[in-house]
């Protein structure tokens, strides 16, 4: 009896290669599965946004028709009124005014918020000689400093500038801060194992510890500083939109002063997105936590 080796089935072992191919397999499946979860949520949140402002609009529609001007007035009437100051009372110049001051104050009051708060996070001696002081302005209404600083700086716009950077720095302060001392210790004490320097140590340990917070005090100082910006134009020399925002409110012309209050929300959320997409650029990981939360 013979036996044809042709017909015979021999046992196969895997190649190492088969084992690698199937886990990619695995995992580009599982990204692509989160991806289109992702796209969904979107696509969720994006129908949600959308009838939400809808529903406000309708209703904002419908209790301003029925209520006198003087009071309310419809969101057409309102977004005609504002069509009208741009294009005849010079809102868009006000509106510049207005961002220049923010964007002075704001810069100011980040990087002396950030320097401050990295200061007394990082130094035992600095916090216990300036902390005080700090969580004591912190928690002063600024708006009471307004005349003191008229006063000292003059009514122009310098002190517009000084006013939106108080209103900044101190949040930014506090947050950055705390972020330093969220800092994991462990992280300290393997900087010092491997010796690295001061210098090092600021590099690879408290500036990529403190980004998260320094972005989200810089998300605060947005909120706060808008307050400032119109504060300060009304309660100094009125100029910008504070300026429009009076003259229409003191007028009595309330349609037009809702579509200036329009436009300063417009302007907040502007900003708030111009963040959102900074800190996807800069701490992406916190992006892939939360989808991995959802």
Do not use: C
């Not at 808008?226 to 009076?246: N, P, S």
């Not at 007028?251 to 037009?256: E, G, N, R, V």
């Not at 200036?260 to 959320?269: E, F, N, P, Q, R």
């Amino acid at each position: 009896m013979t036996i044809d080796n042709d017909k015979v089935a021999y046992p196969t072992t895997a190649t190492p290669s088969e084992p690698r191919t199937s886990t990619e397999e695995i995992g580009r499946q599982i990204f692509q599965r989160r991806q289109r979860r992702l796209r969904r949520q979107r696509l969720v949140f994006l129908s949600i946004r959308v009838a939400s402002l809808a529903i406000v609009f309708v209703g904002w529609q419908i209790y301003g028709s029925h209520t006198i001007a003087i009071l309310f007035a419809p969101i057409t009437t309102v977004i005609h009124e504002g069509y009208l100051l741009f294009a005849q009372h010079g809102l868009a110049g006000q509106l510049f005014i207005s961002v220049k001051t923010f964007a002075w104050g704001y810069l100011l009051g980040m990087l002396i918020g950030v320097f401050l708060g990295m200061l007394t996070g990082a130094y035992r001696a600095a916090e216990a000689a300036i902390s005080m002081y700090i969580f004591a302005l912190y928690a002063t209404p600024m708006v009471a400093l307004v005349p003191i600083i008229s006063l000292w700086v003059g009514y122009n716009f310098t002190a517009q500038v000084v006013i939106v950077t108080l209103f900044v720095v101190w949040p930014v302060t506090v947050t950055v801060f705390h972020g330093i001392r969220e800092i994991d210790p462990e992280l300290l004490e393997v900087s010092r194992s491997l010796r690295l320097s001061r210098r090092q140590t600021w590099l690879h340990v408290f500036l990529p510890g403190a980004v998260p917070f320094i972005v989200t005090g810089a998300t605060q100082g947005v909120a706060m500083g808008m307050v400032g910006v119109i504060i300060a134009e009304v309660q100094t020399q009125l100029t910008g939109i504070g300026d429009a925002l009076q003259t229409q409110s003191s007028t009595y012309h309330t349609a037009a002063a809702l579509a200036v209050i329009l436009l300063i929300m417009a302007l907040g959320l502007t900003l708030r997105l111009m963040l959102s997409l900074i800190q996807r650029w800069v701490i992406p990981w916190q992006r892939v936590d939360r989808g991995r939360r959802h």
